[in-house]
């Protein structure tokens, strides 16, 4: 069972469109994550938001915190091919656990 | 400095056989996580330790996982009668301490295959 639902679980666009993935629940995160996860590796923490409402951008990557706490969205401005991978997010729920959504697998072709 | 490490990178085996998994954290890491990925899903939470002992184990499917961390260190993942379903890759992670807000890295994980 997952806490966290990811839309789209699949996205495969060309080079320099951009794009949003969204995060979305009904429980309140008192944290929420986002990683990228490529092929036979560990995912790799990318963000995390803290504060309903929260903005962070790193480079082209946009990350928003619903003011709820309840959802939160990835943007990507200019999408290149080295964005490509599964991108995760993960709420944390009590002091140290942390639950995954599904994913959104990211193409972006050449 | 070294990351994460986990051993075996692969391993195939029997149904009801016994598997051990390994994890090596990075070096001073308190805390340590961990998850089974199945495929096409996201990390699925197995346990936590903070030190050598297990500070919430609620993700263990059944009695047949077991965890444990004696030195505070290494961390091993048995599951005993092994099932088809328990097909996945396990991934560890470990942190400076339990503060929650601090960053998990990742091991590359253990595919284990259940013929």
């Known amino acids: 069972t997952q806490l966290l639902e990811q839309s789209p679980q699949f996205l495969s666009i060309q080079e320099g469109e951009n794009l949003t993935v969204y995060c979305n629940s009904s429980?309140?995160?008192?944290?929420l994550q986002w990683y990228r996860q490529e092929p036979g590796e560990g995912p790799v923490l990318l963000v995390t938001?803290?504060?309903?409402?929260e903005v962070k951008k790193l480079k082209r990557l946009t990350f928003q915190f619903g003011d709820a706490r309840k959802d939160s969205s990835l943007h990507i401005t200019a999408a290149q091919p080295g964005d490509t991978g599964l991108y995760l997010c993960a709420g944390r729920y009590n002091f140290n656990k942390f639950y995954f959504g599904s994913g959104t697998k990211l193409n972006v072709k050449p | 400095g070294a990351g994460v490490s986990q051993t075996p990178s692969n391993k195939v085996t029997e149904k009801g056989k016994y598997v051990e998994l390994r994890c090596d954290p990075i070096?001073?890491?308190?805390?340590l996580y961990w998850y089974r990925q199945s495929l096409g899903q996201g990390p699925e939470f197995l346990i936590y330790?903070?030190?050598?002992?297990?500070?919430?184990d609620s993700g263990l499917p059944n009695d047949r996982f077991f965890a444990v961390r004696p030195e505070g260190s290494v961390s091993t993942l048995k599951i005993q009668r092994t099932e088809r379903g328990d097909s996945a890759v396990y991934l560890c992670?470990?942190?400076?301490?339990?503060?929650?807000?601090?960053?998990?890295?990742f091991g590359p994980g253990t595919r284990l295959t259940v013929l």
């Open positions: 429980s309140v995160f008192s944290s």
């Open positions: 992670a470990s942190s400076l301490s339990s503060g929650g807000s601090d960053t998990q890295y």
């Open positions: 070096s001073g890491h308190t805390a």
């Open positions: 330790f903070q030190g050598t002992g297990a500070a919430d």
């Open positions: 938001v803290v504060t309903g409402g």
